[in-house]
């Protein structure tokens, strides 16, 4: 198993700009979620999603869109880019079984907004 | 929403030493988790906590889910270059619609050879 893959691992865009981050996994799991992390401030969730075609909001999700039309991907799209945008962004998957829900994170695409 | 608590920041330690971390929260959690991200790298799941006192193990690493479901602890034994990192605490309300991470802010690990 590739486990969670992330595409790509570094961009840089300018203001304004979109662009679409890209996560798979191979692990059938049920629930995906986006992550970013900013410099002491830990992990953010952004969204989250418990099954194929099932989305909601995490604790900072305005400025981002997602969507999950199958349960291997979960892109993610930042719809005009910021400079507070400027971030490393984490995928996670976890299965769901017997109210177990550990995350398993992909390696991070590190995104610069100039 | 829920907060928690993880200290120290960060700690500088003798190779061979043993650390203690500890994470609290302002809310009963149902299960603890605890992860080790290293530079450039996604977060790694060390351990996790499924019952309140419970007490696990991983090698040199051990972990406990406090009493009150409101704490846990990670404890690593004879600290070696390759444990420097930074180690985040992750709590989670169990059950229906409840997924969700909370995370701590991290503990940056540094190893003095």
């Known amino acids: 198993n590739a486990g969670v893959t992330q595409t790509p691992k570094f961009q840089v865009l300018k203001t304004g700009q979109s662009m679409t981050l890209q996560c798979a996994q191979d692990?059938?799991?049920?629930?995906m979620s986006w992550y970013r992390q900013d410099p002491g401030m830990g992990l953010r969730l952004i969204h989250y999603?418990?099954?194929?075609?099932?989305?909601d909001q995490g604790e900072v999700p305005n400025g981002y869109n997602v969507s999950r039309s199958t349960t291997e991907d979960f892109p993610l799209r930042l719809l005009s880019a910021a400079p507070s945008q400027t971030s490393v962004y984490f995928c996670?998957?976890?299965?769901?079984?017997?109210?177990?829900?550990?995350?398993?994170f992909g390696p991070g695409t590190r995104l610069t907004v100039t | 929403g829920q907060q928690l608590n993880q200290s120290p920041q960060s700690m500088f330690i003798q190779e061979g030493e043993d650390v203690s971390m500890n994470c609290t929260s302002s809310?009963?959690?149902?299960?603890w988790l605890w992860y080790k991200q290293d530079p450039g790298e996604g977060p790694v799941l060390l351990i996790a906590?499924?019952?309140?006192?419970e007490l696990t193990s991983n090698g040199r690493l051990t972990a406990q889910f406090g009493i009150t479901r409101k704490d846990s602890f990670l404890n690593i034994s004879a600290s070696i270059p390759s444990d420097v990192g930074i180690y985040f605490c992750?709590?989670?309300?169990?059950?229906?619609?409840?997924?969700?991470?909370?995370f701590g802010k991290g503990t940056k690990l540094s190893v003095i050879p």
């Open positions: 996670a998957s976890s299965y769901s079984e017997g109210g177990v829900y550990e995350q398993y």
């Open positions: 692990m059938n799991h049920e629930y």
């Open positions: 999603s418990v099954g194929a075609g099932i989305t």
């Open positions: 809310s009963i959690f149902n299960t």
């Open positions: 906590l499924y019952k309140a006192g």
């Open positions: 992750a709590g989670q309300l169990s059950g229906a619609g409840s997924y969700q991470l909370t």
